[in-house]
């Protein structure tokens, strides 16, 4: 099993930052391809990101092109989501994922999930 803890969220003022971080335990954090996700109020969890395990992919989605940043420290069994620009479209909570495959499903598709942290951004 594997466990996933995400922080750092909070509120910010629009074209602010944040950097959430996503600690895992309870498995090899090597061995794990890490995706970002967000599910803001009545609407579906949508994909943000994701790294391959040993960083050297990434993949965004549109909505996070040019202002997000993924990267993983396997010393610290950490995953992190750089946010910068922030609108509030942003407003969401994000959400980690675990999986050991790449091949497919990296948009939807993750064998373990965190509870979440909540990210507000006020216009």
């Known amino acids: 099993q594997v466990q996933l803890v995400e922080s750092g969220g909070g509120l910010v003022q629009a074209g602010g930052s944040l950097r959430l971080s996503c600690a895992a335990s309870g498995g090899t954090f090597s061995n794990y391809h890490m995706g970002w996700f967000r599910q803001a109020p009545g609407k579906e969890r949508e994909f943000v990101g994701a790294?391959?395990?040993?960083?050297?992919?990434?993949n965004y989605a549109d909505s996070a092109k040019g202002r997000f940043t993924i990267s993983r420290d396997n010393a610290k069994n950490t995953v992190y989501l750089q946010m910068n620009s922030l609108k509030p479209e942003d407003t969401a909570v994000y959400y980690c994922g675990a999986r050991l495959e790449w091949r497919t499903g990296w948009e939807t598709t993750y064998e373990y999930w965190g509870q979440g942290t909540q990210v507000t951004v006020s216009s």
């Open positions: 790294i391959t395990r040993g960083g050297a992919y990434r």
